[in-house]
């Protein structure tokens, strides 16, 4: 059984910068493609970034250049590194894998971009 735990959310103005975790329990993460996902206010959860393995990565566009994702293999955990913030960027990040077959979610983390 995987487990993932986001955290690291929180309130930042716009041009700021915050990093999420996402730790992964049950399995290690970089034999699996580990994904971030945002719903923001009102609106259907949509794709932000991917990770394969080997630390290949993928973006959505209104992240990419401003987005990073990354993991420490050792601890197990998943980043996002999300600087140059934007009040579009207001959302719950979730991160999301699927191991055998079974498609896992965290609980999610509040990230709110505001002046």
């Known amino acids: 059984q995987v487990q993932l735990v986001e955290s690291g959310g929180g309130f930042v103005h716009p041009g700021g910068s915050l990093r999420l975790s996402c730790a992964v329990s049950?399995?290690?993460?970089?034999?699996?493609?580990m994904r971030w996902y945002r719903q923001p206010p009102g609106k259907q959860r949509e794709f932000v970034a991917a990770?394969?393995?080997?630390?290949?990565?993928n973006y959505a566009e209104a992240v990419k250049a401003r987005f990073t994702v990354s993991g420490d293999n050792a601890k197990n955990i998943v980043y996002l590194q999300m600087n140059s913030l934007k009040p579009e960027d207001t959302a719950v990040y979730y991160c999301?894998?699927?191991?055998?077959?079974?498609?896992?979610w965290g609980q999610g983390t509040q990230v709110t971009v505001s002046s």
């Open positions: 999301n894998t699927d191991r055998g077959g079974n498609n896992y």
């Open positions: 049950g399995d290690a993460f970089n034999t699996y493609i």
């Open positions: 990770m394969f393995d080997g630390g290949r990565a």
